[in-house]
C-alpha cells in the first residue's frame, strides 16, 4: 500500500531501501515497469541483482576498502567491467614484471648514478609545446566521448560507429604517449 500510495504523489526524486523484500511476482512486476517509467531521480539500494539489472542505469560499488565507484549499466553490467579491468590488470603486472630487471642484482650495464643531461633546445621546444597539444587532445578526446555518449549515436551507420571508436582509441593512446612524453622531459630537466 505504501508503494502504491508512492507513485500517485508527484516526485522527483526517490529513495528507496529494499523495496522488493516481500513482495509477489506480479507487484514486483509492477514495480519494476512504475521505476523503468519513472522520470526522476532514483536512489535504490537491494540485493536483488536481477531488479537491478531491470530497473537501474548506473550503479554505485562500496569496494569494503571505503572507496565508492560509479559503473554505467545494472549490475551485470558491473561484473563485467570489473573481470575486464581484473585482466587487464593481471596483464599489465604480468607485461611489467617481464620488463623490469632484477634491481636485486647489479647489472654492470646500468650507470650507478645517472648521467645529468641537459635539456637540448629541440627538447625544451617541445616541452613548452606539449601543454597545448595536451589540451587539443584532451578537446578531441571530450568530444568523441560527448558523441558516443549521446543516444542516438548508436542509431548511425555502422561505419560512422566504428570510425568515431577508433578516432576514439587513437586520441587515447596518443593522449597517453604525450603524456609520457611530458614525463620524461620533466623529469629529465629536473635531473640537470
Known amino acids: 500500500m505504501l508503494l502504491a500510495r508512492l507513485f500517485t504523489k508527484p516526485a522527483n526524486f526517490l529513495v528507496m531501501d529494499e523495496p522488493t523484500n516481500d513482495l509477489d511476482l506480479e507487484t514486483l512486476e509492477l514495480l519494476e515497469e512504475k521505476l523503468v517509467n519513472y522520470s526522476g531521480t532514483l536512489l535504490l539500494v537491494s540485493h ?3 531488479f537491478l539489472d531491470n530497473v537501474v542505469t548506473s550503479v554505485f560499488v562500496l569496494d569494503g576498502s571505503g572507496k565508492v565507484e560509479e559503473f554505467v549499466g545494472g549490475y551485470s553490467d558491473w561484473q563485467s567491467q570489473k573481470q575486464s579491468t581484473t585482466k587487464t590488470e ?5 607485461q611489467d614484471s ?33 601543454p597545448e597539444l595536451i589540451a587539443q587532445l584532451e578537446a578531441k578526446q571530450a568530444e568523441l566521448t560527448q558523441k558516443i555518449n549521446d543516444a542516438d549515436f ?11 571508436l577508433t578516432e576514439l582509441q587513437t586520441t587515447d593512446a596518443q593522449l597517453g604517449q604525450v603524456f609520457q612524453r611530458w614525463d620524461e622531459l620533466e623529469s629529465q630537466q629536473a635531473i640537470s
Request: glycine share 0%; aromatic share 4%.
Open 90 to 94: 593481471q596483464a599489465k603486472k604480468t
Open 98 to 130: 617481464k620488463r623490469k630487471p632484477d634491481l636485486s642484482v647489479e647489472n654492470p650495464n646500468i650507470p650507478k648514478n645517472p648521467v645529468k643531461k641537459k635539456l637540448s633546445f629541440k627538447e625544451q621546444q617541445e616541452l613548452s609545446n606539449l
Open 48 to 50: 536483488d541483482r536481477a
Open 154 to 164: 548508436y542509431k548511425n551507420d555502422q561505419t560512422v560507429i566504428s570510425n568515431t
